[in-house]
């Protein structure tokens, strides 16, 4: 296995998830209307879980050997008026994130179990939340 490459993956990953925690958070402030409150309820949550998964990726790294990243992936730059816009940005972002997942596996598949493991949970994690969002989106 290559370890420097896994290790700058897994780093991709932590500005990735830690850039994900702000997103979130500045979406919460964005958000009005009546259903505002179970919307930046869920957002806040979200931003809870990127933290997490930003965490156990730079454990990753760690227990590599390496450093973790010390930098924040892309955030936030636009205002939004709607939560249509905000919620294409966020399967965007969750997008991005399931290819950083999907190219991590294919660095660890066959080479490290513990990796492997950590790596398809993520996928499938990442996939919920790419599905929720795509399912908030739809008027029907």
Known sequence: MDEEAVIEQLNAIVELELAGAIRYTQ????????????IIGWMKEQASEALDHARAAGEEVTTLGGRPSLGIGAVVATHHEGIDPILAEL?????RGIG????????????????????RSMIRAEQLHLSEIVKMQRSH
């Open 91 to 95: 399967i965007e972002h969750e997008r």
């Open 27 to 38: 979406y919460t402030l964005m958000i009005f209307g009546h259903a505002r409150i179970p």
């Open 100 to 119: 950083l997942y999907e190219e991590l596996l294919t660095l660890v598949r066959s080479q490290s179990i513990q990796l492997e493991e950590y790596t």
